[in-house]
């Protein structure tokens, strides 16, 4: 069965105290892996999309790495205003549908 | 920048009535979605919906439930008889081509309170 499971469930960090979440998944056939920020009440934002190992996505503090069995979030120097949930969801051969993760809840205090 | 817009934000009903929420995907997006996120639980899957018909559908997605594209610009999930456990978000999704790793744009959501 396809699985996606991210770590930690939480995570506090400073300002500034860069850290990485991850995002573990055993799936049939990798379409792609997407990665969201939900704010609390809100719908999934987009942040990015990987397609096959080794590939390498960023955008001001945030960077998307994959490799086959799992894709890391790397936040630099992060600010209060990252707080969020964020997600990860994979989707697989054959399907249109998105298989997420319970996500990460990051609190940044400043 | 495009989006995509649901309504109503906040729907009370009572156990055993209909609901109809309401989505307008972005506009030249053709796949359409549903999915829900029970209160602290996982964003779960219930159906794609694409050339005006049903694509793709979960476990959840059972007879009480229906969508619908009744016209060019909104794309609608029904649900005939709600129950308690139906309480949860409901976001709407849509891309462009659908296939392999296009990537999904959701709407705000529509929070479902089931009385």
């Known amino acids: 069965e396809d699985q996606v499971t991210q770590s930690p469930e939480a995570l506090r960090l400073q300002e500034g105290e860069s850290s990485s979440l991850n995002c573990s998944y055993t799936v049939s056939g990798l379409r792609g892996l997407f990665w969201y920020r939900q704010d609390p009440g809100k719908g999934p934002e987009f942040l990015f999309t990987?397609?096959?190992a080794g590939e390498e996505k960023e955008k001001e503090r945030l960077k998307a790495t994959l490799t086959k069995k799992e894709s890391f979030l790397h936040i630099t120097a992060p600010k209060p205003e990252d707080s969020a949930t964020y997600l990860c969801a994979v989707q697989t051969s054959g399907t249109y549908k998105y298989i997420f993760g319970t996500g990460t809840r990051l609190k940044v205090l400043a | 920048e495009p989006e995509v817009t649901q309504t109503p934000s906040h729907q009370v009903t009572q156990m055993g009535q209909e609901v109809i929420l309401r989505c307008v995907p972005i506009s030249n997006h053709l796949y359409f979605y549903w999915y829900r996120q029970i209160l602290g639980q996982k964003v779960e899957f219930l159906v794609s919906?694409?050339?005006?018909?049903?694509?793709?559908k979960s476990e959840i997605f059972d007879d009480q439930f229906s969508v619908e594209r009744p016209d060019g610009s909104n794309f609608t999930l029904k649900i005939r008889s709600t129950k308690l456990e139906d309480s949860a978000m409901y976001f709407c999704?849509?891309?462009?081509?659908?296939?392999?790793?296009?990537?999904?744009?959701f709407g705000p959501g529509t929070r479902l309170t089931v009385l």
């Open positions: 999704a849509s891309n462009l081509a659908g296939g392999p790793g296009d990537t999904q744009y």
């Open positions: 990987l397609y096959s």
């Open positions: 919906f694409y050339n005006n018909e049903i694509s793709e």
